[in-house]
């Protein structure tokens, strides 16, 4: 895959356009998670741009809600990102506020994942290590079966990547949990720097 953006170019853009902590911390966890679904997939060469995907997923929401998803093609033309990075970063909101279907592989892990690293991030702030590097599925499990608990994390967008995945509910939860252990040290590190 022909990646034209950099790195360093894609945070410059998510953080002219973000400036909440929460947020940042989002861009990167789901920046990290698509890095590590990228290697275990089998799709190791194709791991920058999954990650970039990540980072710049929401790259609209804070400054244009409303606009999720439709205002991103225009932001990220600033960066000249191309078509293929356009398509999957806004696939990510299909049938909650575009119309763009998640088609490849990359595109329905980011869809399935988006809203799960929330579930699981706040499923880790409730637990004594704050942390994913002890959390087990059951836990995970009874908060996701809990719908009061982190409840603007849609169950059914999850669900439904998970079949969109041909995997069990079980398969996805258990592996980003395992992404997000990959990341999480980094992702704390750098969103200190970043916003601290």
Same mark, same amino acid.
Not at 66 to 90: R, S, T, V, Y
Not at 139 to 147: A, Y
Not at 169 to 176: A, F, P, R
């Given at each position: 895959?022909?990646?034209?953006?950099?790195?360093?170019?894609?945070?410059?853009?998510?953080?002219?356009?973000?400036?909440?902590?929460?947020? #940042?911390?989002?861009?990167?966890?789901?920046?990290?998670?698509?890095?590590?679904?990228?290697?275990?997939?089998?799709?190791?060469?194709?791991?920058?741009?999954?990650?970039?995907?990540?980072?710049?997923?929401?790259?609209?929401?804070?400054?244009?809600?409303?606009?999720?998803?439709?205002?991103?093609?225009?932001?990220?033309?600033? #960066?000249?990102?191309?078509?293929?990075?356009?398509?999957? #970063?806004?696939?990510?909101?299909?049938?909650?506020?575009?119309?763009?279907?998640?088609?490849?592989?990359?595109?329905?892990?980011?869809?399935?994942?988006?809203?799960?690293?929330?579930? #699981?991030?706040?499923?880790?702030?409730?637990?004594?290590?704050?942390?994913?590097?002890?959390?087990?599925?059951?836990?995970?499990?009874?908060?996701?079966?809990?719908?009061?608990?982190?409840?603007?994390?849609?169950?059914?967008?999850?669900?439904?990547?998970?079949?969109?995945?041909?995997?069990?509910?079980?398969?996805?939860?258990?592996?980003?949990?395992?992404?997000?252990?990959?990341?999480?040290?980094?992702?704390?590190?750098?969103?200190?720097?970043?916003?601290?």
């Amino acid at each position: 895959m022909n990646l034209t953006v950099t790195r360093q170019q894609a945070l410059e853009l998510l953080r002219k356009y973000n400036k909440e902590p929460f947020h #940042i911390l989002h861009a990167l966890t789901v920046e990290g998670v698509m890095r590590w679904y990228a290697n275990e997939l089998g799709f190791s060469q194709d791991a920058d741009f999954w990650a970039l995907c990540g980072l710049l997923h929401d790259v609209d929401f804070e400054n244009y809600p409303e606009q999720h998803c439709k205002k991103a093609p225009e932001l990220l033309a600033e #960066i000249n990102a191309g078509d293929e990075m356009i398509h999957a #970063i806004c696939s990510h909101g299909f049938g909650l506020c575009c119309d763009v279907e998640p088609v490849h592989q990359m595109e329905k892990v980011m869809f399935a994942v988006d809203e799960l690293t929330g579930l #699981i991030g706040a499923a880790a702030r409730m637990r004594p290590s704050k942390s994913v590097m002890d959390m087990e599925l059951s836990s995970l499990k009874k908060k996701f079966k809990d719908k009061k608990f982190a409840a603007g994390c849609s169950r059914e967008v999850i669900q439904d990547g998970a079949a969109r995945l041909g995997w069990s509910l079980d398969e996805v939860l258990e592996k980003t949990i395992l992404a997000m252990r990959s990341c999480e040290a980094s992702v704390a590190q750098e969103c200190a720097a970043l916003c601290g």
